[in-house]
């Protein structure tokens, strides 16, 4: 009658050495080229310490209703104003009450605005003719993950026609750019600081141009992308120049520093799987070597 294999078990064999012996000593050598050689591989290997790590999250972006505007001709400025009363008194002579309007828009209704609509009428007089307008908002940013972020900005506007216009229509993105990562966690409130300072009675303050330099030394800073502009001429005697700005709030890509146990998790799933490959290796290279006797020891069947 034929037989068949109903149960197997392995038979382990065991070799044995004195602890001052060669193969003990081969032992030993092999053990730590398992340990050592995986950390030598994957070390080698860019991305075994991701110090830095990504993530995505809107920023709420809030409108403070403070703003700096300012019409010019070719050569001249004509008319300016600004929710500061120093700039005001500052820019008396060329100062003009504009009829402002804004909003903010929830599309998906998440409690974040995803986009703001603002909308500057500039009266202007019959024979003054815009060639140039500079446009300042300032927001409030806030990040709420990794880590939580306070921060003021602005978005600048600036656009230049050799003709002159009654209406700047502008529609883009305003993000939130930083310079360097951000911390792992706390609160960072680098740059949760005016933009402006509209307590000085200094014109030097308010320079376009050392605003400009001044802010852009922030680490975290708001700035205007895929913008498209477009310039509306022949404006009439009476009516006043318009500017009108859509602004989107898009879902950003973020850096962070990477915390220690993250850090740790990173490097350790890398450090695994070659460590289990080197596992095999050795493992079939002291198979060889015990097996065929190429190191004296003593077998004993378990």
Not at 278 to 301: E, Q, T, Y
Request: aromatic share 16%; glycine share 4%.
């Amino acid at each position: 009658m034929a037989r068949i294999a109903v149960y197997s078990e392995p038979i382990r064999r065991w070799y044995t050495a004195q602890a001052c012996s060669l193969a003990s000593l081969l032992q030993l050598v092999l053990w730590l080229l398992n340990v050592i050689v995986p950390v030598i591989v994957v070390y080698s290997i860019p991305g075994f310490w991701q110090k830095f790590t990504e993530y995505r999250e809107q920023p709420f972006i809030q409108y403070q209703h403070q703003l700096i505007v300012s019409a010019l001709s070719a050569s001249d400025q004509l008319a300016t104003w600004s929710t500061m009363a120093n700039y005001n008194r500052l820019a008396a002579s060329k100062l003009r009450l504009p009829q402002v309007t804004s909003y903010s828009v929830d599309m998906n209704y998440d409690g974040k605005p995803d986009a703001f609509n603002i909308t500057v009428q500039m009266p202007m007089s019959s024979g003054e003719n815009v060639q140039r307008v500079q446009l300042m908002l300032f927001f409030a940013s806030y990040l709420s993950l990794f880590p939580r972020l306070q921060s003021q900005g602005m978005a600048y506007i600036e656009h230049t026609s050799p003709f002159p216009g009654s209406r700047l229509d502008v529609v883009g993105d305003l993000v939130l750019v930083q310079r360097n990562p951000f911390p792992w966690t706390g609160v960072v409130t680098t740059s949760n600081s005016s933009v402006v300072n509209g307590d000085s009675i200094f014109a030097e303050d308010y320079n376009f141009l050392t605003i400009l330099r001044n802010y852009g030394e922030r680490n975290e800073t708001l700035r205007l992308q895929n913008a498209y502009t477009q310039w509306s001429p022949q404006r009439s005697s009476r009516q006043p120049f318009t500017v009108h700005v859509y602004l989107r709030f898009p879902e950003q890509t973020f850096t962070y520093r990477a915390g220690f146990w993250e850090l740790i998790k990173f490097a350790w799933v890398q450090y695994l799987s070659v460590f289990l490959v080197f596992v095999w290796l050795f493992g079939g290279v002291r198979h060889f070597i015990f097996s065929n006797g190429l190191v004296m020891s003593a077998k004993k069947d378990a």
